[in-house]
């Protein structure tokens, strides 16, 4: 059974950073491309950062591009997303997501709540 696990989370001014983790438990992370969604209370879930299986191409929405820096350790079989320069709107819950190249399939985690005061 698959699962991701974020952690680091948490509450933090405007200006700050937070780094999340998501830890897998899965043979099929050298295989899936990983991502980073966020939602905001009443908004719809949206794509933050992607970062292919090598780690070699990431992708990130235009709202964090320059803020927001996605990783992956394979080895380790841990994603990361480090957040600087927090804003207010940064505020939601944040999933990873792991995409299994292979079958198409997507495995959730439960989320991290990110909080950024002003």
């Known amino acids: 059974q698959v699962q991701l696990v974020e952690s680091g989370g948490g509450l933090v001014q405007a200006g700050g950073s937070l780094r999340l983790s998501c830890a897998t438990s899965?043979?099929?992370?050298?295989?899936?491309?990983m991502r980073w969604y966020r939602q905001a209370p009443g908004k719809q879930r949206e794509l933050v950062a992607a970062i292919t299986t090598s780690g070699s191409v990431t992708t990130y929405a235009n709202s964090v591009q320059g803020r927001f820096t996605i990783s992956r350790d394979n080895a380790e079989k841990t994603v990361y997303l480090q957040m600087n320069s927090l804003k207010p709107e940064d505020t939601a819950v944040y999933y990873c997501n792991a995409h299994n190249t292979y079958n198409n399939y997507d495995y959730w985690g439960q989320g991290t709540q990110v909080t950024v005061s002003s």
């Open positions: 899965t043979n099929i992370f050298g295989i899936a491309v």
